[in-house]
């Protein structure tokens, strides 16, 4: 079992960015592949960034690419999703989740935090 919270989530103005982290505990962290996922008001949840084992594979969803990065410290547990160029349609309930195989849609994951709310003003 794998226990995930997120944390980082706030209220920032557009242009701005936040950094949200996810610290993991139980489990073998480094073994598992590490997502974000995001949930928008009236929308489905949806993929944001994955990253690999080792951190040397990153995938992201095209409405992010070249905005938002994703990384990870196996030392500590935690991934990270630096958020840069922030725009309100970026306001949604942001999730961290893993997986025991690689995956980029919410089905192929296995574990989930409660989320963290970031809102975007314009």
């Known amino acids: 079992q794998v226990q995930l919270v997120e944390s980082g989530g706030g209220l920032v103005q557009a242009g701005g960015s936040l950094r949200l982290s996810c610290a993991a505990s139980?489990?073998?962290?480094?073994?598992?592949?590490m997502g974000w996922f995001r949930r928008a008001p009236g929308k489905e949840r949806e993929f944001v960034a994955a990253v690999s084992w080792s951190g040397g594979v990153t995938s992201y969803a095209d409405s992010v690419k070249g905005r938002f990065t994703i990384s990870r410290d196996n030392a500590k547990r935690t991934i990270y999703l630096q958020m840069n160029s922030l725009k309100p349609e970026d306001t949604a309930v942001y999730f961290c989740?893993?997986?025991?195989?690689?995956?980029?849609?919410?089905?192929?994951?296995?574990?989930w935090g409660q989320g963290t709310q970031v809102t975007v003003s314009s």
């Open positions: 139980g489990g073998t962290f480094s073994r598992h592949f």
């Open positions: 989740a893993a997986a025991l195989n690689w995956a980029v849609v919410d089905s192929g994951y296995d574990y």
